[in-house]
């Protein structure tokens, strides 16, 4: 940015930073990418069905919002058809991966922002231990921007589907975090949306040991009690005493990090040392 004046009035200019163009990798006669994220195809010849040439003048493609949150385009030659990732194209484009690294990562954890400063290679483990990546962080004006930008789309194409939010609360009431979708939900717990679906038709039904929720409160008004589908288990120590206890394993589960929810369930059963604590199901004989 430049300043100046002009009489008694300051004056600045704005360096708009300039589109610059590459081929899209391993589609170099058919695209190109620019530092901009657009996408464009090339002018050129091609041979129609009944043998004729014809010319096909240079446009920019259409760019969407998929299901994962990231811009996408549809890529189209001889027969050829792929849809790519935006920002992978343009960090194919214009970075070199020296390192070879496997994943691509939004420094600030927009995945809409596709600037050439806001993206790295980055390793998996890099890649979902930034900070500021929206799925762990979820930052409301992150989140309020994927969710225009996909319901803008949709009513662009006269679509009357959109997707309903829901919450997700501890099993003692406190609020856990929301998902824009019942879809989305189910990617984060690992299960089917329409069991999401089942337990929101059902008040109160527990998944993942979560209870959810079509509206949002500071507290859900409901505390998971035992019933005969839950049983409580309790931690003894070497004497057989009870030193703690949770309503189910499935909130164990979630408390210690279980990796596997079934291989916890048989320890708890066997009555076997689960990391060096002992579990079991509360009336269970020792």
């Known amino acids: 940015m430049?300043?100046?004046s002009f009489g008694a009035f300051p004056f600045f200019i704005v360096m708009e930073e300039?589109?610059?163009?590459?081929?899209?990798?391993?589609w170099e006669k058919y695209y190109e990418?620019?530092?901009?994220?657009?996408?464009?195809?090339?002018?050129?010849?091609?041979?129609?069905?009944?043998?004729?040439?014809?010319?096909?003048?240079?446009?920019?493609?259409s760019v969407y919002v998929g299901k994962r949150g990231y811009y996408c385009v549809g890529l189209y030659a001889n027969g050829k058809h792929k849809i790519a990732y935006v920002h992978r194209l343009i960090m194919d484009a214009f970075v070199e991966n020296t390192e070879n690294k496997p994943c691509i990562d939004h420094i600030?954890?927009?995945?809409?922002?596709?600037?050439?400063?806001?993206m790295r290679y980055a390793t998996q483990q890099e890649n979902i231990t930034n900070p500021n990546t929206a799925w762990k962080a979820w930052r409301p004006e992150i989140r309020e921007q994927n969710i225009n930008k996909i319901l803008t789309k949709r009513i662009e194409k006269g679509q009357k589907f959109a997707p309903m939010t829901v919450y997700a609360y501890y099993p003692d009431g406190r609020f856990y975090r929301s998902f824009y979708s019942m879809g989305e939900a189910g990617r984060f717990v690992g299960r089917d949306p329409k069991i999401i679906q089942l337990a929101l038709e059902n008040n109160h039904r527990i998944v993942e040991g979560y209870v959810w929720s079509k509206k949002?409160?500071?507290?859900?008004?409901?505390?998971?009690?035992?019933n005969k589908i839950y049983k409580s288990v309790q931690e003894i120590n070497e004497e057989g005493e009870v030193i703690n206890e949770w309503d189910s394993a499935k909130v164990l589960a979630n408390?210690?990090?279980a990796i596997n929810y079934q291989s916890l369930t048989k320890f708890i059963r066997a009555q076997k040392p689960y990391y060096g604590r002992m579990f079991r199901y509360k009336d269970s004989p020792l």
């Open 216 to 226: 949002k409160r500071k507290s859900f008004p409901y505390v998971y009690r035992k």
């Open 108 to 118: 600030d954890g927009n995945k809409l922002n596709c600037s050439l400063e806001n």
């Open 18 to 26: 300039k589109e610059i163009w590459k081929p899209v990798k391993g």
């Open 33 to 61: 990418v620019s530092n901009k994220a657009r996408v464009r195809t090339l002018s050129r010849e091609i041979i129609t069905k009944d043998g004729r040439r014809r010319k096909v003048n240079a446009r920019i493609r």
């Open 2 to 4: 430049r300043g100046g």
């Open 255 to 257: 408390e210690i990090n």
